[in-house]
Structures are given as C-alpha cells and as structure tokens.
C-alpha cells in the first residue's frame, strides 16, 4: 500500500540529542519530536535542520515535566504536558506564546482539532469512568464522554489482574472525529466532534495475527516480569490521523524499539487494511506516514512513506 519515499537524519548532537521520542507532529513538511528524557520538544525542516529547542525539565513556564504530544497547528507548536496538566504555546522560532490549564487529572493522548478545540484523553474530567474531553482554547471545558476506563478482553480474568498497570486510552483526530482505542483492547470508538455531546460508535477489529490480552498465569513481582507479560500480547500504541488516514499501531513491546508491530489503517474510502510487520508509524498527513527508520540504530532517523496509488 506504500512505498518509501525518504529517509530524513533530524539534526542531532551530543548537546542536543533526541533520546526517548514520546510523540511526533507532522505538516508534511516541518515536524517535530517530544523528547520525554531530555524534557523538551524539538522542531525540525522537512530536511531535518533544527529550528528551535521548546522547553526544559521544570515546573516553571514554559518548562516540563512529561512532553509527550506535540501539534503543529496555524503556524504554532502546541505540546501538552500530562503531569503538569497544561498545553504550552510557541511560536515557529522557539517562543512561547500562551499557556492552556487544563482540569483534568491524568493527560493520556491530546489533539487540536480545525478550529482550535482541544481533544483530550485520560482521566479526572467529567463524570467518572469518562476518558474523553473536548476544551476550548482557552482550556474550559465543553464536552466530556467516553466510559471504557474499565474495557478488558473478552476472556479477561474480571475479579483481578494488573490490567490497570497496563490500560491508557489514546486518540487520533482525522477531520474533526476522534478515534479512541483502549491499549487492551481490539476496538476501536468513533466519535464526531462537532456537536456539543460526545456520542461514540464502537467497531470491533477482527486483525489478522493479532494476540489477544490475557491475564498472566502468576503473580508479576518485578517491573521485568511486568514488561515481559505486557510484550506478550498485542497493545494498542497511539494512534496517528490526517484527513485522508487513520492508523494504529498495535506492539508486542515498545513501539519505539522496534518491536513486532501490526499496523491497522483506515484509508480514505473507509476500508480497513492490517499490514503485517510495519515500521513504528508515528504521524502521518494527507495520504503518507512518518515512521521511525531503523530503530536500533545510533541516531534517529524518520522515513516517509506515501500511498501507492
């Protein structure tokens, strides 16, 4: 379905390494990285030259503690912290602009829609068990919904079991509807956002090798045995959307390191596709995905991919 285009080396050093990239944005030019480990956000050309640095660790303006979800929107770089619970505002040459508080209490994934909304996913807004919410640019809050905080495999064990350590909620926005997927589960949520209520549509996916969560068979006592239950079975990564795609990532591992990935995508007539040992897709615009490009190696590198036509 596609066909490389590309490879881009962002510009890299040891002052300013990209070490653990947390989330990506995409115009189909510009792009940029979060970078959870070296706590800022990073904004290349769509050569790869470095353009500006946003941020450092801290708790102060204009500081982070856990970037994760940049967004390249009207000529401006939105990143939202989930830890600090707000979305920080710069312009193109590295300045910030604004600061957006949010009310909620956990920051799971994070979109800005056409006009300047902000989707959010996670928790503590709204009425319990909802995990997802709608804010103005200003940060008030204009529609909360969503109740799978507690969605677990179809066999799961439902008295116990650490799916908790395990379970976030992610979205992807393509043409103002979210899509909502649970990292335990093999559906997906559709969710229009252009009213004032949100109203979701569920779609099971029948993926083809896909391994279904289950509950391990002794109890995990270690983060290792954690990981090692956790990367045996597919998980839902987030979910990357443009107007003519949707795509999901789901890993047996860390999607970042390359670990065995299934990549189901929605394409721009509504049909659904699973390709099979997919690179780590990390954003995409228009018809083409942006993917990490060999993951194990010494610096990062970002291939384009653009649908075959």
């Not at 941020?55 to 979800?69: I, K, L, M, Q, Y």
């Not at 919410?133 to 919904?145: I, P």
Request: hydrophobic share 40%; aromatic share 8%; glycine share 10%.
């Amino acid at each position: 379905m596609f066909h490389l285009v590309r490879v881009v080396t962002p510009q890299q050093s040891l002052e300013s390494p990209i070490v653990r990239i947390s989330g990506a944005t995409w115009d189909g030019n510009n792009f940029a990285i979060a970078d959870v480990s070296e706590g800022n956000a990073k904004l290349f050309d769509g050569d790869g030259r470095l353009v500006a640095i946003v941020g450092r660790h801290g708790d102060g303006p204009g500081e982070f503690r856990s970037p994760r979800f940049p967004e390249l929107h009207a000529d401006r770089l939105y990143v939202a912290d989930g830890d600090l619970r707000r979305v920080s505002v710069w312009t193109r040459d590295g300045a910030l602009d604004r600061e957006i508080p949010l009310d909620a209490g956990f920051v799971s994934d994070f979109a800005i829609l056409s006009d300047g909304r902000i989707a959010l996913a996670g928790e503590g807004f709204g009425k319990a068990g909802e995990t997802l919410a709608v804010f103005d640019g200003r940060g008030t809050t204009l529609a909360t919904g969503l109740s799978i905080g507690n969605v677990l495999p179809e066999d799961a064990d439902r008295s116990g079991g650490p799916w908790n350590n395990v379970r976030q909620t992610f979205l992807a926005v393509s043409n103002d509807t979210a899509w909502a997927v649970s990292t335990i589960s093999d559906s997906v949520w559709m969710m229009p956002l252009d009213g004032e209520t949100v109203t979701a549509t569920s779609y099971r996916l029948d993926i083809p090798g896909y391994v279904a969560p289950q509950a391990p068979q002794t109890q995990l006592r270690s983060v290792r045995e954690l990981s090692d239950w956790a990367g045996s079975f597919h998980s839902a990564a987030p979910p990357v959307g443009s107007s003519q795609l949707l795509a999901i990532p789901y890993v047996r591992g860390v999607l970042n390191y390359g670990d065995p990935t299934i990549l189901v995508l929605r394409d721009d007539r509504g049909f659904w596709h699973a390709l099979s040992t997919a690179p780590p897709i990390i954003a995409a615009h228009e018809r083409s995905l942006l993917a990490i490009h060999n993951p194990l190696g010494d610096f990062v590198q970002l291939a384009i991919y653009e649908t075959r036509q």
